[in-house]
Protein backbone atom coordinates (compact mmCIF):
# COMPACT_ATOMS: atom_id res chain seq x y z
CA UNK A 1 0.00 0.00 0.00
CA UNK A 2 3.12 2.19 0.99
CA UNK A 3 4.70 1.97 -3.15
CA UNK A 4 1.08 2.21 -4.15
CA UNK A 5 0.26 5.66 -2.67
CA UNK A 6 3.98 6.84 -3.65
CA UNK A 7 2.95 6.43 -7.15
CA UNK A 8 -0.52 7.62 -7.14
CA UNK A 9 0.70 10.67 -5.49
CA UNK A 10 3.22 11.17 -8.14
CA UNK A 11 0.33 10.56 -10.61
CA UNK A 12 -2.06 12.91 -9.10
CA UNK A 13 0.42 15.94 -8.21
CA UNK A 14 1.25 15.99 -12.26
CA UNK A 15 -2.45 15.80 -13.19
CA UNK A 16 -3.22 18.82 -10.93
CA UNK A 17 -0.47 21.01 -9.71
CA UNK A 18 -2.39 22.47 -6.92
CA UNK A 19 -1.47 19.21 -4.72
CA UNK A 20 0.90 19.35 -2.45
CA UNK A 21 2.77 15.98 -0.69
CA UNK A 22 3.27 17.12 2.97
CA UNK A 23 5.46 14.76 5.04
CA UNK A 24 7.16 14.42 9.03
CA UNK A 25 10.03 13.71 8.19
CA UNK A 26 9.58 10.59 6.58
CA UNK A 27 9.62 8.46 3.04
CA UNK A 28 12.88 10.75 1.72
CA UNK A 29 13.50 8.22 -0.38
CA UNK A 30 10.51 6.37 -1.65
CA UNK A 31 9.30 9.78 -2.30
CA UNK A 32 12.86 10.75 -4.25
CA UNK A 33 11.50 10.65 -7.47
CA UNK A 34 8.30 13.00 -6.83
CA UNK A 35 11.10 15.62 -4.81
CA UNK A 36 12.93 15.35 -7.77
CA UNK A 37 10.30 16.01 -10.54
CA UNK A 38 7.93 18.18 -8.01
CA UNK A 39 10.26 20.23 -6.02
CA UNK A 40 7.89 22.79 -5.23
CA UNK A 41 5.18 20.12 -4.58
CA UNK A 42 6.91 18.70 -1.77
CA UNK A 43 7.26 19.95 1.96
CA UNK A 44 8.99 18.37 4.71
CA UNK A 45 8.14 19.91 7.44
CA UNK A 46 10.11 18.21 10.24
CA UNK A 47 9.41 15.98 12.74
CA UNK A 48 6.30 18.37 14.16
CA UNK A 49 2.92 16.75 12.95
CA UNK A 50 0.68 19.21 14.78
CA UNK A 51 1.75 22.19 13.45
CA UNK A 52 2.18 20.74 9.73
CA UNK A 53 -1.23 19.82 10.09
CA UNK A 54 -2.00 23.48 10.79
CA UNK A 55 0.00 24.50 7.92
CA UNK A 56 -2.17 22.40 5.32
CA UNK A 57 -5.01 23.67 6.61
CA UNK A 58 -3.56 27.38 6.19
CA UNK A 59 -2.80 25.94 2.50
CA UNK A 60 -6.24 24.17 2.30
CA UNK A 61 -8.05 27.14 2.98
CA UNK A 62 -5.72 29.02 -0.22
CA UNK A 63 -6.97 26.74 -2.72
CA UNK A 64 -4.29 23.80 -2.13
CA UNK A 65 -4.66 20.14 -1.79
CA UNK A 66 -2.12 19.39 0.72
CA UNK A 67 -1.97 15.27 1.58
CA UNK A 68 -0.02 15.03 5.01
CA UNK A 69 1.88 11.74 4.89
CA UNK A 70 3.59 10.14 8.18
CA UNK A 71 3.12 7.08 10.37
CA UNK A 72 -0.59 6.56 11.46
CA UNK A 73 -0.58 7.54 15.05
CA UNK A 74 1.41 10.39 14.89
CA UNK A 75 -0.62 12.25 12.15
CA UNK A 76 -4.04 11.09 13.54
CA UNK A 77 -3.84 11.02 17.53
CA UNK A 78 -1.05 13.12 18.07
CA UNK A 79 -2.56 16.05 16.40
CA UNK A 80 -6.15 15.61 16.99
CA UNK A 81 -7.33 18.80 17.80
CA UNK A 82 -5.53 20.22 14.84
CA UNK A 83 -7.20 17.84 12.98
CA UNK A 84 -10.66 18.93 14.58
CA UNK A 85 -10.23 22.29 14.69
CA UNK A 86 -7.95 23.86 11.59
CA UNK A 87 -8.94 21.27 9.14
CA UNK A 88 -12.43 19.96 10.31
CA UNK A 89 -14.25 23.26 11.56
CA UNK A 90 -12.32 25.15 8.60
CA UNK A 91 -13.93 22.67 6.43
CA UNK A 92 -10.41 22.24 4.99
CA UNK A 93 -9.53 20.47 1.75
CA UNK A 94 -6.72 18.24 3.72
CA UNK A 95 -6.07 14.44 2.78
CA UNK A 96 -4.64 13.49 6.43
CA UNK A 97 -2.62 10.04 5.22
CA UNK A 98 -1.33 7.60 8.11
CA UNK A 99 0.70 4.68 7.06
CA UNK A 100 1.44 1.62 8.39
CA UNK A 101 -1.95 1.73 10.47
CA UNK A 102 -3.57 -0.71 12.98
CA UNK A 103 -0.45 -3.17 13.71
CA UNK A 104 1.79 -3.16 10.47
CA UNK A 105 4.54 -2.05 12.48
CA UNK A 106 4.99 -5.63 13.57
CA UNK A 107 8.07 -5.19 16.08
CA UNK A 108 7.94 -1.02 16.99
CA UNK A 109 5.28 -1.82 19.49
CA UNK A 110 2.28 0.08 20.45
CA UNK A 111 3.69 3.69 20.40
CA UNK A 112 3.94 3.19 16.59
CA UNK A 113 0.65 1.21 16.16
CA UNK A 114 -3.00 2.59 15.66
CA UNK A 115 -5.80 0.90 16.81
CA UNK A 116 -7.65 3.85 17.81
CA UNK A 117 -7.21 5.93 15.04
CA UNK A 118 -11.04 4.98 12.76
CA UNK A 119 -12.64 5.21 16.19
CA UNK A 120 -11.25 9.32 16.85
CA UNK A 121 -11.67 10.03 13.26
CA UNK A 122 -14.92 9.33 12.87
CA UNK A 123 -16.28 11.30 15.59
CA UNK A 124 -15.40 14.48 13.54
CA UNK A 125 -18.02 16.12 11.57
CA UNK A 126 -16.98 16.84 7.80
CA UNK A 127 -14.49 13.81 7.87
CA UNK A 128 -14.34 11.38 5.00
CA UNK A 129 -12.45 8.21 6.13
CA UNK A 130 -11.08 5.42 3.32
CA UNK A 131 -9.44 2.47 4.49
CA UNK A 132 -7.81 0.17 1.02
CA UNK A 133 -7.88 -3.01 0.96
CA UNK A 134 -5.23 -3.25 -1.68
CA UNK A 135 -2.86 -1.54 -3.84
CA UNK A 136 -5.12 -0.96 -5.98
CA UNK A 137 -7.42 0.46 -3.89
CA UNK A 138 -5.10 2.80 -2.34
CA UNK A 139 -4.49 4.39 -6.15
CA UNK A 140 -8.31 4.68 -6.30
CA UNK A 141 -8.54 6.28 -2.93
CA UNK A 142 -5.68 8.64 -3.60
CA UNK A 143 -7.45 9.90 -7.28
CA UNK A 144 -11.18 9.61 -5.34
CA UNK A 145 -9.62 12.04 -2.50
CA UNK A 146 -8.29 14.33 -5.12
CA UNK A 147 -11.40 15.18 -7.02
CA UNK A 148 -13.72 15.40 -3.59
CA UNK A 149 -13.40 18.68 -1.50
CA UNK A 150 -13.59 18.34 2.19
CA UNK A 151 -11.54 16.80 5.09
CA UNK A 152 -10.00 13.41 4.06
CA UNK A 153 -8.21 10.62 6.21
CA UNK A 154 -7.20 7.92 4.40
CA UNK A 155 -6.16 4.89 6.13
CA UNK A 156 -3.25 3.34 5.12
CA UNK A 157 -0.89 -0.16 6.32
CA UNK A 158 2.01 -1.23 4.56
CA UNK A 159 2.77 -3.97 2.10
CA UNK A 160 -0.90 -5.65 1.13
CA UNK A 161 -1.31 -8.72 -1.43
CA UNK A 162 -3.45 -7.41 -4.49
CA UNK A 163 -6.54 -8.69 -4.68
CA UNK A 164 -8.62 -10.41 -7.24
CA UNK A 165 -12.16 -10.23 -7.87
CA UNK A 166 -14.51 -7.96 -10.47
CA UNK A 167 -14.51 -4.59 -8.39
CA UNK A 168 -15.99 -2.32 -10.56
CA UNK A 169 -15.90 1.52 -10.58
CA UNK A 170 -14.14 3.01 -7.21
CA UNK A 171 -16.72 5.41 -4.96
CA UNK A 172 -16.05 7.43 -1.79
CA UNK A 173 -19.26 5.87 0.48
CA UNK A 174 -20.05 2.69 -2.03
CA UNK A 175 -19.11 -0.85 -0.76
CA UNK A 176 -17.89 -3.16 -2.65
CA UNK A 177 -19.26 -6.81 -2.91
CA UNK A 178 -16.11 -8.88 -2.96
CA UNK A 179 -18.46 -12.24 -2.85
CA UNK A 180 -22.17 -12.81 -3.16
CA UNK A 181 -23.73 -15.22 -0.49
CA UNK A 182 -26.67 -15.51 0.88
CA UNK A 183 -27.90 -16.03 4.85
CA UNK A 184 -24.35 -14.32 5.97
CA UNK A 185 -22.23 -11.75 5.67
CA UNK A 186 -18.56 -11.10 6.20
CA UNK A 187 -18.05 -6.96 6.14
CA UNK A 188 -14.27 -5.82 6.10
CA UNK A 189 -12.11 -3.09 5.68
CA UNK A 190 -8.23 -2.69 5.16
CA UNK A 191 -6.21 -5.75 4.79
CA UNK A 192 -9.24 -8.17 6.52
CA UNK A 193 -10.77 -8.43 3.24
CA UNK A 194 -8.49 -10.58 2.35
CA UNK A 195 -8.78 -12.46 5.37
CA UNK A 196 -12.34 -12.17 4.91
CA UNK A 197 -12.17 -13.87 1.15
CA UNK A 198 -10.07 -16.59 2.62
CA UNK A 199 -12.37 -17.76 5.56
CA UNK A 200 -15.69 -17.45 3.12
CA UNK A 201 -13.67 -19.96 1.12
CA UNK A 202 -13.55 -22.22 4.51
CA UNK A 203 -17.22 -21.63 5.27
CA UNK A 204 -18.31 -22.78 1.67
CA UNK A 205 -17.49 -26.75 3.35
CA UNK A 206 -19.87 -26.19 5.76
CA UNK A 207 -22.17 -25.01 3.05
CA UNK A 208 -22.50 -21.37 4.36
CA UNK A 209 -22.62 -19.24 1.22
CA UNK A 210 -21.09 -16.21 2.45
CA UNK A 211 -21.36 -12.63 1.23
CA UNK A 212 -17.74 -10.61 1.48
CA UNK A 213 -18.18 -7.00 1.34
CA UNK A 214 -15.09 -4.48 1.18
CA UNK A 215 -15.85 -1.38 3.47
CA UNK A 216 -13.49 1.18 2.07
CA UNK A 217 -14.81 3.81 2.87
CA UNK A 218 -15.93 3.91 6.97
CA UNK A 219 -17.47 7.70 6.89
CA UNK A 220 -20.21 8.05 4.79
CA UNK A 221 -20.63 4.34 5.18
CA UNK A 222 -22.71 2.38 2.80
CA UNK A 223 -25.91 2.41 4.89
CA UNK A 224 -28.11 1.29 2.17
CA UNK A 225 -26.13 -2.23 1.70
CA UNK A 226 -25.65 -2.80 5.21
CA UNK A 227 -29.70 -2.31 5.89
CA UNK A 228 -30.49 -4.69 2.95
CA UNK A 229 -27.88 -7.39 4.57
CA UNK A 230 -29.32 -6.89 7.53
CA UNK A 231 -33.16 -7.94 6.47
CA UNK A 232 -31.36 -10.41 3.64
CA UNK A 233 -28.65 -12.34 6.66
CA UNK A 234 -29.16 -14.77 9.71
CA UNK A 235 -25.49 -13.55 10.33
CA UNK A 236 -23.53 -10.93 10.09
CA UNK A 237 -19.16 -10.44 11.07
CA UNK A 238 -17.09 -7.49 10.77
CA UNK A 239 -13.10 -7.70 10.80
CA UNK A 240 -10.95 -4.63 11.29
CA UNK A 241 -7.54 -4.05 12.26
CA UNK A 242 -8.57 -1.98 14.82
CA UNK A 243 -9.96 -1.92 18.25
CA UNK A 244 -13.91 -3.54 18.15
CA UNK A 245 -14.24 0.05 20.05
CA UNK A 246 -15.31 2.75 17.83
CA UNK A 247 -14.57 1.88 14.43
CA UNK A 248 -15.75 0.20 11.60
CA UNK A 249 -17.86 -2.86 13.84
CA UNK A 250 -19.35 0.03 15.65
CA UNK A 251 -20.12 2.28 12.81
CA UNK A 252 -22.21 -1.07 11.06
CA UNK A 253 -23.61 -2.23 14.60
CA UNK A 254 -25.09 1.55 15.04
CA UNK A 255 -26.91 1.33 11.48
CA UNK A 256 -28.14 -2.27 12.44
CA UNK A 257 -29.05 -1.69 15.84
CA UNK A 258 -31.16 0.99 15.61
CA UNK A 259 -32.76 -0.63 11.89
CA UNK A 260 -36.43 -2.59 12.88
CA UNK A 261 -35.91 -4.45 9.43
CA UNK A 262 -32.87 -6.26 10.66
CA UNK A 263 -32.90 -9.88 11.26
CA UNK A 264 -28.91 -10.73 11.66
CA UNK A 265 -26.92 -11.54 14.46
CA UNK A 266 -23.77 -9.60 14.61
CA UNK A 267 -20.46 -10.19 15.97
CA UNK A 268 -17.58 -7.83 15.64
CA UNK A 269 -13.85 -8.86 15.58
CA UNK A 270 -10.82 -6.85 16.10
CA UNK A 271 -8.59 -6.05 18.22
CA UNK A 272 -10.55 -6.37 22.08
CA UNK A 273 -9.65 -3.08 23.87
CA UNK A 274 -5.68 -4.33 24.17
CA UNK A 275 -2.47 -2.68 23.42
CA UNK A 276 -0.67 -4.95 21.04
CA UNK A 277 2.13 -6.96 22.84
CA UNK A 278 2.99 -9.02 19.99
CA UNK A 279 6.39 -8.59 18.15
CA UNK A 280 6.53 -9.98 14.54
CA UNK A 281 8.09 -9.44 11.08
CA UNK A 282 5.22 -11.34 10.04
CA UNK A 283 1.52 -8.90 10.69
CA UNK A 284 -0.29 -12.39 10.10
CA UNK A 285 1.37 -14.32 13.15
CA UNK A 286 0.30 -11.37 15.05
CA UNK A 287 -3.41 -11.34 13.93
CA UNK A 288 -3.56 -14.56 15.03
CA UNK A 289 -2.39 -13.95 18.53
CA UNK A 290 -5.09 -11.68 18.78
CA UNK A 291 -7.91 -14.01 17.43
CA UNK A 292 -8.14 -12.41 13.89
CA UNK A 293 -7.18 -15.07 11.35
CA UNK A 294 -9.35 -17.23 8.48
CA UNK A 295 -9.66 -19.58 10.39
CA UNK A 296 -10.98 -17.46 14.03
CA UNK A 297 -13.09 -15.73 11.44
CA UNK A 298 -14.79 -18.90 10.01
CA UNK A 299 -15.24 -20.37 13.12
CA UNK A 300 -17.20 -17.10 14.53
CA UNK A 301 -19.04 -17.22 11.67
CA UNK A 302 -20.45 -20.75 12.21
CA UNK A 303 -20.87 -20.16 15.95
CA UNK A 304 -23.17 -17.39 15.07
CA UNK A 305 -24.93 -18.81 11.88
CA UNK A 306 -25.82 -21.85 13.79
CA UNK A 307 -27.20 -20.07 16.80
CA UNK B 1 3.13 67.49 12.51
CA UNK B 2 -0.53 68.69 13.69
CA UNK B 3 -1.58 66.34 10.64
CA UNK B 4 0.13 63.56 12.23
CA UNK B 5 -1.18 64.16 15.90
CA UNK B 6 -4.65 64.48 14.64
CA UNK B 7 -4.08 60.85 12.68
CA UNK B 8 -3.22 59.74 16.26
CA UNK B 9 -6.51 61.49 17.84
CA UNK B 10 -8.57 59.70 15.52
CA UNK B 11 -7.10 56.14 15.60
CA UNK B 12 -7.18 56.78 19.88
CA UNK B 13 -11.01 57.93 19.55
CA UNK B 14 -11.57 55.09 17.50
CA UNK B 15 -10.01 52.50 19.44
CA UNK B 16 -11.81 53.99 23.04
CA UNK B 17 -15.15 54.06 21.43
CA UNK B 18 -14.69 50.98 20.32
CA UNK B 19 -13.65 49.44 23.89
CA UNK B 20 -16.83 51.32 25.05
CA UNK B 21 -18.57 48.83 22.57
CA UNK B 22 -16.99 45.99 23.19
CA UNK B 23 -17.77 46.62 27.41
CA UNK B 24 -21.57 47.07 26.42
CA UNK B 25 -21.66 44.07 23.94
CA UNK B 26 -20.25 41.79 26.36
CA UNK B 27 -21.62 42.93 29.31
CA UNK B 28 -25.17 42.95 27.52
CA UNK B 29 -24.68 38.78 26.70
CA UNK B 30 -23.22 38.65 30.60
CA UNK B 31 -19.86 37.13 28.08
CA UNK B 32 -16.52 37.03 28.91
CA UNK B 33 -12.84 37.76 27.80
CA UNK B 34 -13.24 41.93 28.56
CA UNK B 35 -9.65 42.32 29.76
CA UNK B 36 -8.04 40.18 26.76
CA UNK B 37 -10.31 42.31 23.89
CA UNK B 38 -9.46 45.69 25.64
CA UNK B 39 -5.33 44.58 25.31
CA UNK B 40 -5.23 44.02 21.86
CA UNK B 41 -7.82 46.88 20.59
CA UNK B 42 -5.35 49.17 19.80
CA UNK B 43 -2.60 46.77 17.46
CA UNK B 44 -6.31 45.50 15.41
CA UNK B 45 -7.36 49.09 14.95
CA UNK B 46 -3.99 50.25 13.72
CA UNK B 47 -4.11 46.92 11.33
CA UNK B 48 -7.54 47.71 9.98
CA UNK B 49 -7.18 50.74 9.21
CA UNK B 50 -3.71 51.23 7.81
CA UNK B 51 -2.08 48.12 7.49
CA UNK B 52 -4.25 45.04 5.55
CA UNK B 53 -5.18 45.40 2.09
CA UNK B 54 -8.57 44.00 2.30
CA UNK B 55 -11.80 45.06 1.22
CA UNK B 56 -14.79 44.15 3.09
CA UNK B 57 -17.28 44.54 -0.08
CA UNK B 58 -14.97 41.53 -1.34
CA UNK B 59 -13.90 39.47 1.78
CA UNK B 60 -12.71 36.66 0.26
CA UNK B 61 -10.85 38.14 -2.96
CA UNK B 62 -7.39 35.82 -3.51
CA UNK B 63 -5.35 39.26 -3.48
CA UNK B 64 -6.08 40.31 0.13
CA UNK B 65 -3.49 40.18 3.08
CA UNK B 66 -5.11 37.81 5.75
CA UNK B 67 -5.34 38.26 9.62
CA UNK B 68 -5.71 35.50 12.33
CA UNK B 69 -6.66 36.13 15.55
CA UNK B 70 -4.75 32.74 16.92
CA UNK B 71 -6.13 33.95 20.48
CA UNK B 72 -9.55 33.73 19.60
CA UNK B 73 -10.85 34.52 23.03
CA UNK B 74 -10.10 38.13 22.60
CA UNK B 75 -12.77 38.08 19.20
CA UNK B 76 -14.91 40.41 21.08
CA UNK B 77 -12.43 43.33 20.03
CA UNK B 78 -12.26 41.82 16.22
CA UNK B 79 -15.61 41.16 15.80
CA UNK B 80 -16.49 45.12 16.66
CA UNK B 81 -13.56 46.07 14.44
CA UNK B 82 -14.86 43.81 11.75
CA UNK B 83 -18.24 45.40 11.92
CA UNK B 84 -16.74 49.05 12.08
CA UNK B 85 -15.06 48.07 8.51
CA UNK B 86 -17.85 47.16 7.03
CA UNK B 87 -17.56 43.10 6.97
CA UNK B 88 -20.70 42.93 8.38
CA UNK B 89 -23.89 44.92 9.55
CA UNK B 90 -23.29 46.80 12.61
CA UNK B 91 -26.38 45.74 14.28
CA UNK B 92 -25.13 42.23 14.32
CA UNK B 93 -23.00 42.65 16.99
CA UNK B 94 -26.18 43.02 19.42
CA UNK B 95 -26.32 39.87 18.84
CA UNK B 96 -23.19 38.40 20.01
CA UNK B 97 -23.48 35.55 22.15
CA UNK B 98 -27.34 34.50 21.99
CA UNK B 99 -29.21 32.32 19.99
CA UNK B 100 -29.03 32.16 15.94
CA UNK B 101 -25.90 34.55 16.27
CA UNK B 102 -23.04 34.29 13.57
CA UNK B 103 -20.72 35.90 16.62
CA UNK B 104 -20.05 33.20 19.48
CA UNK B 105 -17.59 33.34 21.98
CA UNK B 106 -14.54 32.58 19.88
CA UNK B 107 -14.49 32.93 16.17
CA UNK B 108 -15.83 30.48 13.40
CA UNK B 109 -14.74 31.22 9.91
CA UNK B 110 -17.34 29.68 8.21
CA UNK B 111 -19.62 31.89 9.93
CA UNK B 112 -18.30 35.23 9.77
CA UNK B 113 -17.07 37.69 7.40
CA UNK B 114 -13.76 38.74 7.67
CA UNK B 115 -12.86 35.37 9.78
CA UNK B 116 -9.58 33.38 7.99
CA UNK B 117 -9.48 30.68 10.22
CA UNK B 118 -11.26 29.42 13.72
CA UNK B 119 -9.81 29.51 16.37
CA UNK B 120 -10.52 29.03 20.40
CA UNK B 121 -7.97 26.70 21.59
CA UNK B 122 -4.70 28.12 21.92
CA UNK B 123 -1.80 27.56 19.52
CA UNK B 124 -3.55 26.66 16.53
CA UNK B 125 -4.47 30.29 14.55
CA UNK B 126 -0.36 30.46 14.29
CA UNK B 127 0.32 27.67 12.51
CA UNK B 128 -3.11 27.98 10.31
CA UNK B 129 -1.29 31.44 9.30
CA UNK B 130 1.95 29.77 8.16
CA UNK B 131 -0.01 27.63 5.43
CA UNK B 132 -1.66 31.02 4.60
CA UNK B 133 2.17 32.92 4.30
CA UNK B 134 3.45 29.35 2.26
CA UNK B 135 0.37 29.44 0.11
CA UNK B 136 0.75 33.04 -0.99
CA UNK B 137 4.83 32.14 -1.57
CA UNK B 138 3.98 29.65 -3.34
CA UNK B 139 1.53 31.39 -5.73
CA UNK B 140 4.48 34.17 -5.80
CA UNK B 141 1.38 36.70 -4.44
CA UNK B 142 2.93 39.91 -2.63
CA UNK B 143 -0.34 39.55 0.28
CA UNK B 144 0.90 39.35 3.42
CA UNK B 145 -0.36 37.55 6.34
CA UNK B 146 -0.30 38.96 9.99
CA UNK B 147 -1.21 36.86 12.94
CA UNK B 148 -1.95 38.13 16.94
CA UNK B 149 -1.21 35.45 19.75
CA UNK B 150 -1.40 35.55 23.45
CA UNK B 151 2.11 36.01 25.41
CA UNK B 152 -0.09 33.24 27.50
CA UNK B 153 -0.28 31.11 24.25
CA UNK B 154 3.25 30.62 23.64
CA UNK B 155 2.97 28.12 26.66
CA UNK B 156 1.69 26.03 23.91
CA UNK B 157 4.54 23.41 22.18
CA UNK B 158 2.46 23.99 18.47
CA UNK B 159 3.82 27.75 18.44
CA UNK B 160 7.45 26.99 18.46
CA UNK B 161 6.87 24.34 15.74
CA UNK B 162 5.30 27.05 14.11
CA UNK B 163 7.69 29.51 14.44
CA UNK B 164 10.76 26.85 13.48
CA UNK B 165 8.50 26.15 9.88
CA UNK B 166 8.18 29.82 8.76
CA UNK B 167 11.82 30.38 9.58
CA UNK B 168 13.15 27.44 7.39
CA UNK B 169 10.53 28.21 5.05
CA UNK B 170 11.86 32.19 4.88
CA UNK B 171 8.16 33.23 5.35
CA UNK B 172 9.51 37.08 5.51
CA UNK B 173 5.55 37.60 4.03
CA UNK B 174 4.47 36.50 7.65
CA UNK B 175 4.37 38.93 10.39
CA UNK B 176 3.54 37.49 13.87
CA UNK B 177 2.36 40.07 17.20
CA UNK B 178 2.60 38.85 20.49
CA UNK B 179 -0.33 40.47 22.62
CA UNK B 180 2.46 40.75 25.72
CA UNK B 181 0.02 41.49 28.32
CA UNK B 182 2.26 39.08 30.85
CA UNK B 183 -1.60 38.19 32.47
CA UNK B 184 -3.05 34.57 32.47
CA UNK B 185 -5.84 33.03 33.56
CA UNK B 186 -4.19 32.29 36.60
CA UNK B 187 -1.67 34.42 37.55
CA UNK B 188 1.47 36.56 35.37
CA UNK B 189 3.17 34.56 32.73
CA UNK B 190 6.56 34.81 34.86
CA UNK B 191 4.98 33.02 37.70
CA UNK B 192 3.47 30.27 35.61
CA UNK B 193 5.92 29.69 32.69
CA UNK B 194 8.21 32.23 32.67
CA UNK B 195 8.55 33.20 29.06
CA UNK B 196 11.74 35.30 29.85
CA UNK B 197 12.91 37.01 26.92
CA UNK B 198 10.08 36.59 23.37
CA UNK B 199 12.61 38.76 21.98
CA UNK B 200 15.55 36.56 22.51
CA UNK B 201 13.86 33.20 21.68
CA UNK B 202 12.35 34.47 18.13
CA UNK B 203 15.81 35.54 17.39
CA UNK B 204 17.32 32.36 17.90
CA UNK B 205 14.22 31.09 16.08
CA UNK B 206 15.46 33.11 13.15
CA UNK B 207 12.89 35.71 13.32
CA UNK B 208 13.10 39.93 12.63
CA UNK B 209 12.02 41.03 16.44
CA UNK B 210 10.56 44.51 17.22
CA UNK B 211 9.40 45.32 20.76
CA UNK B 212 7.24 48.40 20.89
CA UNK B 213 3.77 49.63 22.71
CA UNK B 214 0.93 47.99 21.88
CA UNK B 215 -0.86 50.40 23.06
CA UNK B 216 0.70 53.74 21.16
CA UNK B 217 -0.26 54.27 17.90
CA UNK B 218 3.46 56.24 16.72
CA UNK B 219 5.11 53.29 17.62
CA UNK B 220 2.68 50.78 16.11
CA UNK B 221 2.88 53.32 12.90
CA UNK B 222 7.20 52.89 13.16
CA UNK B 223 6.80 48.88 13.29
CA UNK B 224 4.63 48.31 10.51
CA UNK B 225 5.80 50.72 8.35
CA UNK B 226 9.44 49.42 8.20
CA UNK B 227 8.03 45.56 7.41
CA UNK B 228 9.90 43.70 6.25
CA UNK B 229 12.77 44.89 8.47
CA UNK B 230 15.31 42.06 6.67
CA UNK B 231 14.02 40.09 3.79
CA UNK B 232 13.52 36.01 4.15
CA UNK B 233 12.94 36.24 7.66
CA UNK B 234 9.65 36.09 8.75
CA UNK B 235 9.24 39.26 11.76
CA UNK B 236 7.97 39.07 14.59
CA UNK B 237 6.18 42.47 16.69
CA UNK B 238 6.55 41.81 20.35
CA UNK B 239 3.51 44.42 21.76
CA UNK B 240 3.97 45.21 25.71
CA UNK B 241 0.40 45.60 26.44
CA UNK B 242 -1.90 46.14 29.38
CA UNK B 243 -4.34 43.63 30.14
CA UNK B 244 -8.04 45.44 30.39
CA UNK B 245 -6.45 49.07 28.88
CA UNK B 246 -8.83 51.26 29.17
CA UNK B 247 -10.34 50.86 32.53
CA UNK B 248 -8.31 51.47 35.21
CA UNK B 249 -9.74 49.13 37.41
CA UNK B 250 -9.50 46.49 35.12
CA UNK B 251 -5.95 46.79 34.24
CA UNK B 252 -3.36 44.14 34.96
CA UNK B 253 -5.61 42.44 37.38
CA UNK B 254 -5.91 38.72 36.87
CA UNK B 255 -9.71 38.42 37.86
CA UNK B 256 -10.83 40.67 34.99
CA UNK B 257 -10.21 37.93 32.84
CA UNK B 258 -13.41 36.54 33.49
CA UNK B 259 -15.17 38.83 35.61
CA UNK B 260 -18.26 40.77 34.60
CA UNK B 261 -18.28 44.31 36.41
CA UNK B 262 -21.70 45.01 38.45
CA UNK B 263 -23.92 48.14 38.32
CA UNK B 264 -21.84 50.59 39.99
CA UNK B 265 -18.82 48.94 38.28
CA UNK B 266 -19.80 49.15 35.07
CA UNK B 267 -21.05 52.83 35.48
CA UNK B 268 -17.06 53.66 36.81
CA UNK B 269 -15.88 52.37 33.28
CA UNK B 270 -18.43 54.29 31.17
CA UNK B 271 -17.79 57.04 32.80
CA UNK B 272 -14.01 56.88 32.41
CA UNK B 273 -14.28 55.65 28.50
CA UNK B 274 -16.75 58.48 27.95
CA UNK B 275 -14.54 60.82 29.72
CA UNK B 276 -11.67 60.02 27.53
CA UNK B 277 -13.95 59.91 24.30
CA UNK B 278 -14.91 63.78 25.19
CA UNK B 279 -11.53 64.31 25.34
CA UNK B 280 -10.01 63.20 22.48
CA UNK B 281 -12.95 64.83 20.58
CA UNK B 282 -12.01 68.23 22.37
CA UNK B 283 -8.63 67.94 21.00
CA UNK B 284 -9.59 66.71 17.32
CA UNK B 285 -11.68 69.80 17.19
CA UNK B 286 -8.55 72.23 17.41
Known sequence: MRDSFINSIYKVTKLNNNVLCMVGDIGAFLLRNY??????????????????????????????????????????????????????????????????????????????????????????????????????????????????????????????????????????????????????????????????????????????????????????????????LSEECNAIVSIEEHSV????????????????????????????????KEYSQDKLKIFKKYGLSADYLAKEMLKLYNL | MKKVKNEVLKLELKATEMRKEILEMIVSAKGTHIASAFSIVDILVYLYDKVLNINPKDPTTTKRDKFVLSKGH????????????????????????????????HPDSSRVPGIEASTGSLGHGFSVAVGFALANKINKSSSRVYCLIGDGECNEGAVWEAAMVAAHHKLDNLVLIIDDNKLMISGFAKDILDPLSFSKKFHAFGWNTIEIDGHNFNTLANAFNKLPIKNNRPTVIIADTIKGKGVTYMENKKEWYSMLPNGEQMETALKELNGKIKFLKKHLQK
Open chain 1, 35 to 228: IRDFPFNYYNLGAAEANMVGVAAGLALSGKIPFVYTITPFITARCYEQIKIDVCYNNANVKIVGVGSGVSYGTMGSTHHSLEDIAIMRALPNMVIISPSDPQEVEEAVFAAMKYTGPTYIRLTLQSKPLNYDRGNFKIGKARIVKKGANAAIVATGEMVGIAIDAAETLKKYNINCYVINLHTIKPIDKALIKK
Open chain 1, 245 to 276: IGGLGSAVSSIISQYPKNNARYKIMGFNDVFC
Open chain 2, 74 to 105: GCAALYVVLADYGFFPRRVLKSYCSEGSILGG
